[in-house]
């Protein structure tokens, strides 16, 4: 195994323990870390990264070549995706990238076109899901509202959005108690009548879903091209904008099983993260696919298998069988520290 370089495109400031996951590999390889984003403020300043570039926006006509670019001069070998608004961008000029020799972590555009698409998900596999609409109307929200159990709630999402962006929960009395504004660990609440005056104003729909009150559940998959080779499950005790702050390892057949069909079904590659919801009779309801590295990779390189190295080194044309003993019942809490820097 030779060394390497990578390139965090769209990336954040939170990538550190990614960063450690590369560079602390089963193989003793140098793995050189660069990142990009067109917003400078994001770029993660202060980290022990080998540069950082301000690019174009991701739609901008001269994208492709800025970022070509930047790998050409600093010899990139991959290219690794981090948010859901540049996938299908980078499924779709994939090829585009690989004719320059850079590899990108991004599995087919027809795969990414369901996977990274909440509605596109449902169609699909509706009955793994809660149930749902896709709508503009508040009157058809308030139908849907009347079809479903009076003690369960509704929860509003948009189609294309992650780590709980554009995500509420309908609940007249939460959304009006203050002391639940911005709380930690909180959902977000909306009110009636605040979503029938969002609704109003709303250019495409979104999807109404019964709420499945009970326990968040994720998996993180490494595929190659539809055959799961690893995967690790974990409990979220704790969510934060949708990642987990305090979890455990622990594993669950049903959710394993709607994984590798899955993943077979849409012929998914690389990393792949699965978010369910486990309601109390334990029944598991599929919530969304995030094909793509996820923030919760440390935990599970912890755990005892590093994804984001193996995902490299698959895309470099390297093996990566193998049986890695995973820590059940191991738990994590995130806890934050400032970096400082000129």
């Known amino acids: 195994m030779r060394d390497f370089n990578v390139l965090f495109t769209c990336c954040g400031m939170h990538v550190s323990e990614r960063i450690e996951n590369l560079r602390n590999n089963e193989d003793g390889v140098n793995v050189k870390v660069f990142a990009c984003n067109s917003n400078p403020d994001n770029l993660p300043y202060g980290l022990d ?37 540049e996938l299908q961008f980078m499924a779709d000029y994939r090829e585009d990238f690989e004719r320059h020799g850079i590899k990108v972590s991004i ?23 809660p149930p ?14 009347a079809s479903i159990p009076n003690d369960h709630r509704l929860c509003v999402k948009l189609t294309d959005h992650c780590g ?40 495409k729909s979104i999807l109404v879903q019964e709420y ?24 979220g005790h704790t969510m934060s904008f949708g990642a987990i702050e305090y979890g455990e390892i622990q594993n669950n057949y049903y959710a394993e099983v709607r994984v590798r069909d899955i993943c077979r079904d849409l012929k998914l ?52 069988d193998g049986s890695y003993p995973i820590k059940e019942r191991l738990r994590m809490k995130k806890y934050r520290e400032s970096k400082y820097f000129y």
């Open 49 to 85: 990264v080998e540069g950082c570039f301000v690019v174009p926006p991701i739609h901008h006509p001269d994208y492709i070549d800025v970022i070509v670019g930047i790998c050409k001069e600093n010899d990139i070998d991959v290219i690794i995706p981090n948010v859901t608004l």
């Open 107 to 129: 599995a087919s555009s027809e795969a990414i076109k369901i996977s990274n698409n909440k509605l596109h998900l449902y169609e699909r596999y509706s009955s793994l899901m």
């Open 132 to 145: 749902t609409i896709a709508t503009t109307s508040f009157h058809d929200l308030l139908s849907f509202d």
């Open 164 to 203: 709980g962006n554009g995500f509420a929960i309908l609940d007249d009395e939460k959304a009006r108690d203050m002391t639940l504004f911005n709380r930690y660990g909180e959902n977000r609440y909306v009110s009636y009548d605040e979503m029938e005056e969002v609704m109003r104003n709303l250019d």
């Open 212 to 235: 499945i009150d009970g326990t968040d559940y994720s998996i993180s998959a490494l595929a190659d091209n539809g055959e799961v080779k690893h995967m690790v499950g974990y409990i």
């Open 269 to 320: 590659d690389g990393n792949v993260c699965f978010d369910f919801r486990i309601d109390k009779d334990c029944k598991v309801y599929l919530l969304e696919i995030n094909p793509r590295v996820n923030a919760s990779l440390p935990f599970v390189a912890k755990a005892g298998i590093n994804m984001l190295y193996l995902r490299c080194k698959q895309l470099l044309g390297h093996s990566i």
